[in-house]
């Protein structure tokens, strides 16, 4: 069974169509990439899927459940995690804390059913031994992914004073110590140059291959796209053009037109 | 007191190698074909720090006019910076940066601004509130313009970027990504600048739009004779338009040639030009 | 003679709070705890005629400090925070007198009913954002204070709380015994002809004892508050309120609930707020609608911005800074025929300190700290 099934999606915003009629399988366990054109609905893709966005029409399912009966908050619950294009990084916190923050639904100080969240709430006031436990736990499992991706060493910083690059792996950090099954990345390797673009590819094979996460990655260079993914899909206007293979799509001529543009050399 | 440029940084073992030349500017200006040319853009001996983060250390490098210069550099290298510190955005510790011999260190950013130095900063922080039209016609506000003249600028705008004018009335905040990049760059063009600062333009644009991103930048060079400050992850294809290209390492410039030799040298080629594509 | 140790100490309380700040190192912390504990216990013994300016520092801190909650670190506005203390007010009032339920048992269950009725109205006017938000809440207070001027005054026709409700009655025995004591030495100087030289200090002492009294209640409400809140800032509440501030959709995407968070902010906030109001009762002991005006609000906000937005210590010293200037600073300076221009001289006051700490009083001093570090470093040359 698909892990993400997503069938006749539209998303309609006044008197533009973003997503029109787009059906989505992504099996568990392999990299997708969604590319296309600037303005082609990738990013609203995402947006309706994570439940930012209520869509016109459609059927979505994750892993068995019917998405749009959940609120957003509720879909990290689910096994889902993204990053933004934009950076959505808690700017005026420092990195530890933005980890922190992710882990919002695993801290749970007391955990008992009805009253667990009234009694959290005053282990934390009070910072009762409960509290300082899973503070700490919370704190070493944000260091454990810092190691991972190689930028341990910054999470006292404050997020607004880090390079471009580096707040892109902070997001990437902060969507991972979330523990998902299913990842979805809206231009992970914009602001890299290509050796660290490089790395990366290797970082996100490392996240599939030893964690187990199912990947569907939005990215404009084409040397992660196509060094990455097991399969892609192209929007262009906010329609499906193209599907297949890496090597299918880059010789697609809609695609070719649409999004690659002719090699000049 | 310390000599800044002796304070311990852990270079990068690749670097080392790399000869530090201390005089690029006299060296920009030596290049064939430009002895005449003015520097449109005199950086010498900047340092710039973050509370107690220095991020540039003696920083120097000269902008020729009429010129198209990349500045290249890892993650975290002190490009931003320095695009910084020239538009006022960040103060100089030391150091002196000159616009037409003109002394223009620290001034106030709106000053920086009037005299034609624009920035298009990073990740396009574009008013998420204004219309797309909004936010361009805010870009022609350091230039006195006539109302003809200003609807003529926004005309060559949507021109370079048709989809901005598709989009012309929706707020900047649900723009595409892509869509949001454009319009920065094209506000920052509106400005009618002298000297342009881009920080990364390619940043979030289909490859298709990469392409034609850096011909607007050739042809804006060419045509209009804008001089042109440019930072670039895509470092093979920024210095394929540029004339000059610079290297920054954890806040110095440990290289500045001619592009067509940076694009052949064996080192810049491992760090930054990669496969390319 | 008072007035002067009043500077003197508060110039010391100044010094030792710069030095405390710029020179706060693991060993020398413990210190200047202690010594900061002791400055402040002494603090109403030197001052008997700031005392009212002190006390309504610290009420108006913990005002503060549960407005800077809700704004600084949830993001999210109100212009008619005063609503809430006044309803603090009046529930503590209502609870003491009416139902004879113990002094301080009525203040916290005023702020708890404060809080959860803040909770209930908070669910749709947190909705609104920004101006809007702005708008409701100062909607919000002109119900709340019409509803004090129909309904809640005819419960307190003369608007005062029996002196048995309030913290007078608390020290009663001590003020009785001091005053045994006075009188009897006043007894024996009759034949010795002498007096202790402390006499006529006894005496002042012992006419503010209620006050001083309620300086040390208010303290300790304070500082229970500010333990409560730094907690909160430093775990799970505090940092989905940061979420929601920094940003809403990945604070959402991360498992935060919105709605909830906000309205959790919002009761917090007014519980603290109802805490301020039952304090207000039990020290001042009046509840009229003139001391919970819309301007409340506002001043509140005013010491915010100049302390600093999103810090414990800015309300604080936002607070302090504020009352004191307001309350004894300016008058005490200004020549007795100039007092009419207080209120302007505040005014300017405020301006220029936002013009010149725009980021407030915190920020500027950690600015400051910066660059002292910094130069005892040598990195900045010229
Ligand atoms: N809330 C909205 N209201 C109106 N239009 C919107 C809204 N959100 C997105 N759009 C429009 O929908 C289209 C699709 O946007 P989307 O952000 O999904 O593009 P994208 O494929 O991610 O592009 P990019 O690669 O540039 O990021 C764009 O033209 C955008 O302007
Ligand atoms: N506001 C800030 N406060 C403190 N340090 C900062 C701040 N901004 C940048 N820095 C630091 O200065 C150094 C240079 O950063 P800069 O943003 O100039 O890098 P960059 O070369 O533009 O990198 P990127 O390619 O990732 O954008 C980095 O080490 C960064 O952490
Ligand atoms: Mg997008
Ligand atoms: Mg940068």
């Known amino acids: 069974m698909a892990l993400l099934e997503v069938k006749e999606l539209v998303m309609q915003f006044g008197g533009l169509r973003a997503l029109d009629n787009v059906s989505i399988k992504i099996e568990e366990g392999s990299i997708v990439s969604l590319i296309g054109p600037n303005g082609a609905g990738k990013s609203t893709f995402f947006n309706v899927v994570t439940r930012i966005y209520e869509p016109t029409e459609g059927e979505l399912r994750f892993n068995g459940h019917d998405l749009l009966k959940y609120e957003p908050h509720e879909i990290v619950k689910l096994g889902m995690a993204r990053s933004f294009q934009n950076l959505e990084l808690f700017d005026n916190m420092t990195v530890l804390n933005n980890l922190l923050v992710a882990q919002h639904t695993k801290i749970k100080p007391v955990n008992l059913p009805v009253i667990g969240g009234f009694a959290s709430f005053f282990s934390d006031i009070l910072y009762l031994p409960s509290t300082k436990k899973v503070e700490k736990e919370a704190t070493q499992e944000a260091l454990k992914v810092l190691e991972i991706l190689g930028i341990r060493g910054i999470e006292n910083l404050f997020v607004s004073i880090l390079p471009y690059g580096t707040r892109k792996l902070v997001e990437l950090a902060r969507a991972l110590i979330t523990k998902p099954k299913f990842l979805m990345l809206d231009e992970p390797a914009a602001g890299l140059n290509n050796k660290e673009t490089k790395e990366l590819s290797l970082v996100l094979r490392k996240i599939r291959d030893e964690m187990g996460i199912t990947l569907l990655v939005v990215e404009h260079d084409m040397s992660l796209v196509m060094d990455i993914s097991e399969y892609i899909y192209v929007l262009s206007f906010g329609k499906q053009i193209a599907e297949g293979k890496p090597a299918e799509v880059q010789n697609n001529p809609a695609v070719i037109e649409a999004y690659l543009g002719t090699e000049e050399e | 007191m310390a000599d800044l440029n002796n304070v311990a940084i852990d270079e990068k073992i690749d670097w080392s190698k790399i000869e530090v030349k201390p005089e690029l500017i006299s060296r920009a200006k030596k290049l064939e074909g430009v002895n005449e040319q003015k520097l449109a853009l005199k950086i010498s001996n900047i340092d710039a720090f973050y509370g107690k983060i220095q991020a540039l250390r003696r920083v120097s490098f000269g902008v020729p006019e009429g010129s198209i210069v990349s500045l290249l550099g890892a993650n975290g290298a002190g490009k931003t910076t320095t695009l910084r510190v020239i538009s006022g955005l960040v103060h100089a510790a030391a150091g002196k940066i000159e616009f037409f011999d003109e002394d223009i260190t620290n001034l106030s950013p709106e000053k920086i601004t009037r005299k034609g130095i624009i920035q298009v900063p990073e990740g396009r922080q574009v008013f998420p509130e204004l219309t797309v039209e909004e936010n361009l016609k805010i870009g022609s506000y350091s230039i006195k313009q006539s109302n003809a003249e200003r609807s003529k600028s926004l005309d060559m705008i949507y021109t370079f970027f048709p989809k901005l004018k598709q989009r012309r009335a929706q707020v900047a905040a649900t723009l595409s990504g892509g869509e949001q990049q454009m319009l920065a760059i094209g506000r920052g063009l509106m400005g009618k600048p002298r000297v342009l600062l881009l920080d990364e333009p390619s940043l979030g644009l289909a490859p298709i739009i990469v392409k034609e991103i850096f011909e607007i930048i050739k042809m804006l060079n060419r045509e209009t004779g804008t001089t042109i400050l440019l930072v670039e992850q895509n470092a093979t294809k920024a210095l394929k338009i540029s004339h000059f290209g610079f290297v920054l390492e954890t806040g110095r410039v440990t290289i500045g040639d001619k592009a067509e030799v940076l694009l052949n040298n064996e080192d810049i080629k491992k760090a930054y030009l990669g496969g390319g594509h | 003679m008072s007035a002067i140790l009043v500077w003197i100490w508060l110039i010391i309380g100044v010094v030792l709070f710069l030095m405390a700040f710029i020179k706060d190192t693991p060993s020398t912390k413990k210190t200047y705890k202690l010594l900061a504990f002791l400055f402040v216990i002494t603090l109403p013994f030197t001052a008997t005629s700031w005392l009212s300016a002190l006390n309504s520092a610290l009420l108006y801190s913990i005002l503060a400090m549960g ?316």
């Open chain 3, 67 to 382: 407005l800077n909650l809700l704004l600084g670190n949830a993001g999210q506005i109100s212009l008619g925070h005063a609503a809430f203390y006044a309803l603090g007010a009046y529930a503590t009032a209502i609870l003491s007198v009416k139902a004879g339920v113990p002094i301080l048992i009525s203040i916290i269950l005023g702020g708890i009913s404060v809080s959860i009725l803040a909770f209930i109205i908070g669910t749709p006017i947190l909705r609104l954002k920004g101006h809007f938000l702005g708008i409701a809440t100062l909607g919000l207070h002109i119900v709340v204070e019409n509803i004090i001027k129909n309904e809640l005054k005819h419960m307190f026709p003369g608007a005062t709380v029996p002196i048995k409700y309030t913290v007078t009655s608390m020290v009663d025995s001590i003020n009785y015994a001091l005053r045994e004591k006075l009188a009897y030495w006043d007894y024996v100087s009759l034949t010795s002809g002498t007096k202790p030289f402390i006499f006529n200090y006894l005496q002042d002492i012992a006419s503010n004892i209620p006050a001083i009294a309620g300086f040390f209640i208010t303290l300790l409400v304070l500082y229970l508050i500010v333990l409560m809140v730094r907690n909160l800032l430093k775990t799970k509440v505090g940092r989905a309120l940061g979420g929601i501030r920094d940003s809403e959709v990945a604070a959402r995407t991360l498992g935060v609930n919105i709605a909830l968070y906000k309205n959790i902010a919002f009761g917090l906030s007014a519980f603290i707020a109802g805490i301020a109001g039952g304090i207000f009762a039990i020290t001042i002991g009046t509840v009229d609608e003139a001391s919970f005006m819309l301007t409340v609000s506002l001043y509140v906000l005013a010491m915010i911005v100049i302390g600093g937005v999103g810090t414990i210590q800015g309300s604080i010293i936002g607070a302090t800074l504020y009352q004191l200037l307001d309350m004894k600073i300016i008058k005490t300076i200004l020549p007795q025929k100039y007092q009419a221009l207080a209120l302007a001289i505040m005014g300017i006051a405020v301006i220029l300190m936002i013009i010149f700490a725009p980021k407030g009083i915190v920020y500027m001093l950690y600015q400051f700290k910066l660059k002292i570090m910094q130069k005892k470093s040598g990195f900045v040359k010229k």
